[in-house]
């Protein structure tokens, strides 16, 4: 079992930046790949980013490509990521997750763990 707890929303302006942490439970961390996914009201939840076991490699959306930044901490049992230049379309209940398919990380049904969700908000 993992257990994933986000924080670090909030309400900012936009092209202000935010960093999201989710810290997990367990000893058993390293051994899965973390992504990050967004759901904004009356829309699907999409995906925003993820990364591998040791961080080595990670994967965007376009939609986000150049603006945020994931990154994990091992030895804190931590993922993060870190949201520049936000937009007003950037607001959302952001939530973390935790898979052991990285390839298919993409996809929310290869999601074995997911946390509560944090919101962010960005006014224009």
């Known amino acids: 079992q993992v257990q994933l707890v986000e924080s670090g929303g909030g309400l900012v302006q936009a092209g202000g930046s935010l960093r999201l942490s989710c810290a997990a439970s367990?000893?058993?961390?390293?051994?899965?790949?973390m992504g990050w996914f967004r759901q904004a009201p009356g829309k699907e939840r999409e995906f925003v980013a993820s990364?591998?076991?040791?961080?080595?490699?990670?994967s965007n959306a376009d939609s986000v490509k150049g603006r945020f930044t994931i990154s994990r901490d091992n030895a804190k049992n931590t993922v993060y990521l870190q949201m520049n230049s936000l937009k007003p379309e950037d607001t959302a209940v952001y939530y973390c997750?935790?898979?052991?398919?990285?390839?298919?990380?993409?996809?929310?049904?290869?999601?074995?763990?997911w946390g509560q969700g944090t919101q962010v908000t960005v006014s224009s």
């Open positions: 997750a935790a898979t052991t398919y990285y390839s298919g990380s993409y996809y929310i049904e290869n999601y074995d763990y």
């Open positions: 367990g000893r058993t961390f390293s051994s899965y790949a």
């Open positions: 990364i591998n076991w040791s961080g080595g490699s990670t």
